[in-house]
């Protein structure tokens, strides 16, 4: 059974950070492409950050520039997302996404083109 869980995300403070862990079972990641989403209540999901197979090439939302960093370790099958300086509204259930097909780097976090996504974990960021 393909599977993609999540972890790291929790309560933290404005200016706080986290890191957030995507691994899959089941299926090796190398072979895909991985997005981080997240949803906050009452919006759309939206995109957060992508990531190609082999980490070369990435994407971030312009909300998140120079404060998330996305990077992989295929030898240990998992994605990270790397949070520093959060914000209240980074609050947000997060999910991360595998994508199979090959895509241009503006398209990278097109969310219709992921085929797996996790259960998601929440990341709160309150004083």
């Known amino acids: 059974q393909l599977q993609l869980v999540e972890s790291g995300g929790g309560l933290v403070q404005p200016g706080g950070s986290l890191r957030l862990s995507c691994t899959a079972s089941?299926?090796?990641?190398?072979?895909?492409?991985i997005g981080w989403f997240r949803q906050a209540p009452g919006k759309e999901r939206e995109g957060v950050s992508c990531?190609?197979?082999?980490?070369?090439?990435?994407k971030y939302a312009d909300s998140v520039k120079g404060r998330f960093t996305v990077s992989r370790d295929n030898a240990k099958n998992t994605v990270f997302l790397q949070m520093n300086s959060l914000k209240p509204e980074d609050t947000a259930v997060y999910y991360c996404?595998?994508?199979?097909?090959?895509?241009?780097?503006?398209?990278?976090?097109?969310?219709?083109?992921?085929?797996?996504w996790g259960q998601g974990t929440q990341v709160t960021v309150s004083s």
């Open positions: 089941g299926f090796t990641l190398d072979a895909y492409s």
């Open positions: 996404a595998a994508r199979s097909r090959s895509t241009l780097v503006q398209d990278m976090c097109v969310i219709t083109l992921f085929d797996y």
């Open positions: 990531i190609s197979r082999n980490g070369i090439s990435t």
